[in-house]
């Protein structure tokens, strides 16, 4: 049996759910496809910042250096790495370290600022407008650091995104723990990334796949799509172990596993997995009061609902979504380094999610090269629920044949050769 749609989208991430939203809201017909289930995948236990603020790309200058010092320190390192010798694999680590040089930060810094700030302005118009309640707080993204190195490299960085327009404030040692109590006292200051905000992830994703669902689209969960069929520069059908589809258009937004899904399509997709961790601890007695990122150690820390989630590590290349228990204790112990938690804290929830990661650390959008019917929406990396919003509109756009909101050049596939 063949289903007929107007629009299918594969993946019901942060990402394709967002691209379902906004074009279920242009009056499109949509149907959502997922090997798991909506709304659970990659998207739900990660941080819940919303970072508008983060316009320099994961391929930056000096991030071959630090990772092989921070290789040096196995049990304190936020960076992992498969040892393999799939030629993928070793390819996409060769884009990496030949983009991590200043002209990649250059070209990445308007996509990203572009993506952020229209993200960022249709998460709380989204909130507002649905009456979502996820916790969505917009007080910033506050970094602690606990060496004078650190802080002066904070600073710096803050001082050149400010030359970028994000709104960045920088405290002395007296000023961060008036307004951070959880800060130890050896805290010695902190950056505040006042436009940035965060939610409770897995609400959030709830509720927009239930507004999805309400809104008409149709959603078939755990049917993995197994391949595809093109001709005539057009996706003819999408194949699953349940049934053929045929679409008008065709959203791929399969998060990390987007290269393996997209092997008939004759598309060179450099996307490897960053997997990370989190752990959803119980209420301490002095709760911090923003979203934090703990500078030296890279561990970002969310107090949502009464709870407070840790997550940290970026291993490349690494698939499988078991949390590790050495890291997720790891991660605790670094999170003990910076704030005042209690003595026992209750685990309520250890994870693992996947970050769809791209050598040069700008997401994937736009036409396929191959199909004038097949949109790829992928490769966000650490911002994949952050740039969902912004992504949604922008793909609805091009879907419904308007201009997009700016321009989509520089996040073409067909920038990797
Ligand atoms: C520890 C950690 C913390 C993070 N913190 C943040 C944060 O604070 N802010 C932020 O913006 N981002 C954060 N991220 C990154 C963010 O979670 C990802 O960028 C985001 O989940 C990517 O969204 P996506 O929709 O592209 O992919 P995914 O969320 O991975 O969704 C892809 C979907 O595609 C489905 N799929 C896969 N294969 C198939 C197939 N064959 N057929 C059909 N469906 C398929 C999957 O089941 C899944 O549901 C974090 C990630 C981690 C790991």
């Known amino acids: 049996m063949t289903i007929k749609s107007d629009v299918l989208i594969i993946g019901g991430g942060p990402v394709g759910l967002s691209c379902a939203y906004y074009l279920l809201k242009s009056g499109r017909k949509v149907t959502m496809l997922d090997a798991k289930e909506i709304g659970k995948g990659s998207g739900s236990g990660n941080a819940g910042h919303i970072v508008p603020s983060h316009i320099i790309p994961l391929a930056a200058p000096g991030v071959v250096t630090s990772a092989l010092k921070w290789m040096l320190d196995p049990a304190h390192s936020p960076f992992g ?198 752990m959803t601890m119980s209420a301490t007695q002095t709760m911090p009061s923003h979203a934090l990122i703990l500078g030296e150690r890279r561990i970002a820390v969310s107090p949502v609902d009464g709870l407070l989630r840790f997550t940290g590590r970026l291993e490349v290349g690494n698939y499988s979504m078991e949390p590790n228990p050495v890291w997720i204790e790891r991660i605790e112990n670094s999170a003990r380094e910076y704030l005042r938690l209690d003595e026992k804290l209750d685990v309520k929830e250890t994870w693992a999610g996947l970050r769809p990661t791209t050598p040069d650390g700008v997401p994937i959008i736009g036409r396929s090269p191959n199909h004038s019917n097949l949109i790829l929406a992928t490769g966000h990396a650490m911002l994949g629920l952050s740039l969902g919003p912004g992504t949604g509109q922008v793909v609805a756009e091009l879907v419904n044949g308007q201009e997009p909101a700016f321009s989509l050049s520089p996040m073409r596939l067909e920038r990797f050769g």
């Open 81 to 278: 790495m498969k040892v393999s010798l799939d030629p993928n694999y070793i390819s996409w680590l060769l884009k990496f370290v030949l983009a991590c040089n200043e002209s990649n930060v250059q070209r990445s810094i308007k996509p990203l600022n572009d993506l952020g700030q229209l993200s960022a302005k249709n998460f709380s118009q989204i909130i507002a407008e649905e009456k979502f309640d996820c916790s969505y707080q917009e007080k910033g993204l506050l970094f602690l650091y606990k060496t004078e190195k650190a802080f002066h490299d904070g600073q710096h960085e803050g001082e050149f995104m400010q030359k970028h327009g994000i709104p960045v404030s920088v405290y002395d040692k007296t000023k961060i723990h008036e307004i951070e109590p959880a800060a130890l006292d050896d805290i010695i200051g902190g950056v505040h990334f006042t436009g940035d905000s965060h939610l409770n992830p897995a609400v959030f994703l709830k509720l927009l796949s239930d507004r999805v669902l309400e809104m008409g689209a149709e959603m078939i969960e755990h049917t993995p799509v197994t391949g595809f069929e093109s001709a005539e520069g057009k996706v003819k059908v999408v194949r699953t172990g349940s049934g053929a589809f045929e679409a008008q258009h065709v959203i791929l937004a399969a998060g990390a596993l987007t290269p393996s899904v997209a092997k008939d399509l004759k598309l060179n997709i450099p996307i490897q997995p960053a997997r990370g961790y989190s």
